[in-house]
């Protein structure tokens, strides 16, 4: 056996792929090739490491060198430079966003440093598609501890001990659940892992099954011993194709070794998982609707009791659980719920695994305990805000969820916190918003995106959410009126007290949140028609400055002929006449135009 | 597999595939530089990852440097096990491989007729 002295980790996330990874991947293969290192060197694909932005990534081990956006042009210099001279290639070495100082290793990274990596654990450090290497670093263990160490009971104990809360929105105890699935009385259960992942800029759960798919089928594989079911779905978008490739690789693959399938590791206890394709509505990541779409019928809602514990798919007793959820299970049974409990904070145990996009520096998926301020995430993990911009609000748990201001940064992130502060934990998005954001145009859009989700089931949703949303349209377009806000107020208070199920009932929060912390943008809207960010086209106006020096390029250049004035002699915008075209201020040679 | 001691068995047996991966003991760098290359580097390089395989050494990690300015000795190689000074060797052929494994790398005892260079751990 040859001894293998380096290996190279190329990303083959769905982001490094879709930037290239495949090509860079090819180019190391050839010229690992050429230069005669393919016996020393291994090459290996990896999930992704959430820092998709400066992908296709490329790291180096034994020194942990963290290579970014490398293409296949750049490969050949790696390997003759680090591979074959031991020189690190620095033009492709990552820079901190804020002091440009370049930082050669992987866990100097700042926005990996105040990371805690428990679900993400792997993704990223083993190849995916290959169950030895999940063996390798302890996989498959927890699974063997529980069907040969312990009895049903005392891994629901464990996991209810744990503190772990559902991370697909709800917060529901996980333990808890778990007892209550394996209290029903049934000669069959299932357990069900919710791939649906609808929200909008969410991709934690892809990351996971992408990256490190065995740690959720031990995951699910534990939580049908502890209920006493043999069978489990997992229900994922079909817009995931990596996702489910490599979920059939590792079910194919644990099936082969013994780890899934009949008699499990000599204990008599047997489980099988099957994937379903699912469509992609959000509503369908609803519980209910999901079982019903599993049972391949359309995926409605249904009022809830009945719930799944007692009757789920096809009226069996049935435990469902997230993605990310599932992929803590494993750690609570190998290091124990004392040592899981530690982190995290009182009534929110463990780490939460954020999507952060927007106006931030470092976009990209952040495992961190719960309890860190969102200030932490955004300027230590996130790199602040680009180009230099105000922070004005970070949008927290997607459709469902609520808008947090300056004032708000220091709350600690929690099921509880955020509930109190009107936002929501949701599956874990953050969206951070500048100071050229209009906080009545975001809830436009979230309720945009909840109405048209809505299945029509019920009228409060249906009807509901439809008229919030023509009152926002309107205020954004200067035509709101005196009483919209407390319209507004008496509308959302209704659905929330009445919707079905919780796409309806949770639709109204990013409006309820904004109008909290930003009423008076609401206000100088309605009141003033005047978008305080510059940011609703409709209300903005374009005015003529003192720098004006009369070039009439302006005038000329209107295409509607609004703008007026002698040459030399300062000019107008007649306002009734202007439609808000912008090509005056784009060709002003002195920047005299602005808009406001 | 049927028992979970077959897991750890298998675990067992993949694990020192990905030690590179995580913190390691001993090292053992190889000076690339030009004039390295030029003076048999890589000849050392594989000497050293064939004796590496035939002694099972699966923790030792390889790493390469460049140039360290003392192009007169090359080929150098260096060895820096865990809390103990690092010490460069000079003049290193492919046949004082074996001989700088066996008994520094794994009994920890320098071969001092081969050394030009040493930096105390701090
Ligand atoms: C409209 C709507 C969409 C949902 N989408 C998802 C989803 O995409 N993924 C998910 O895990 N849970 C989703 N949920 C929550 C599920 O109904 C369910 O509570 C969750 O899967 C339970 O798992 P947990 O306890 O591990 O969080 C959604 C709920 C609603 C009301
Ligand atoms: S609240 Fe909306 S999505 Fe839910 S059942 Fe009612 S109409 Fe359908
Ligand atoms: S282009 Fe600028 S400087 Fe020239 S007339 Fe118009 S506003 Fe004045
Ligand atoms: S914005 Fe367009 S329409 Fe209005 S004044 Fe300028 S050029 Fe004319
Ligand atoms: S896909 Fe490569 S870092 Fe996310
Ligand atoms: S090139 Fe080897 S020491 Fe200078």
Known sequence: MQHIRAHVLVCGGTACKSSGSQKVRDAFARYLEEYKLQDEVMLVETGCHGFCEHGPLVIVYPEGTFYCRVTADDVKE?????????????RLLYREPLTQEQVPNYDEIGFYKKQHRIVLANCGEIDP????????VGGYEALGKALTQMSPEQVVEEVKKSGLRGRGGGGFPTGLKWQFAKASVSDKKYVICNADEGDPGAFMDRSVLEGDPHRVLEGMAIC?????????YIYVRAEYPLA???????????????????????????FTIHIKEGAGAFVCGEETALMASIEGKRGMPRPRPPFPAVSGLWGKPTNINNVETFANVAQIINNGAEWYSRFGTEKSKGTKVFALTGKINNTGLAEVPMGITMREIIYDIGGGITNGKKFKAVQIGGPSGGCLPESMLDLPVDYDSLIAAGAMMGSGGLVVMDEDTCMVDVAKFFLTFTQSESCGKCTPCREGTKRMLEILTRITEGEGREGDIELLESLAENIKATALCGLGQSAPNPVLSTLRYFRHEYEEHIKNKRCPAGACEKMLSYVIGDDCKGCTKCARNCPVQAISGAVKQKHVIDQSKCIKCGACMAGCPFKAITKG | MKSLADLHALRDKLKSDLKLRKESGTKIIIGMGTCGIAAGAREVMAAVLDELARRHLTDVQVQQTGCIGMCDKEVLLDV???????????NVKPEDVSKIIANHVVNGNIVEDMVVGKIENK
């Open chain 1, 129 to 136: 598609e290959n169950v030895g290497e999940y063996i390798a």
């Open chain 1, 224 to 232: 049908g011993y502890a209920i006493g079911a043999d069978e489990g």
């Open chain 1, 244 to 270: 489910i490739k490599r979920l059939r690789v590792a079910i194919a693959q644990a099936e082969e070794a013994g780890l899934l399938g009949k008699n499990i590791f000599g204990s008599g206890f047997d």
């Open chain 1, 78 to 90: 790696i390997v003759e430079q680090h591979l074959y001279k031991g020189r690190i290639v620095e």
């Open chain 2, 80 to 90: 820096l096990r865990p809390g103990e000074a690092r010490i460069t060797y000079g």
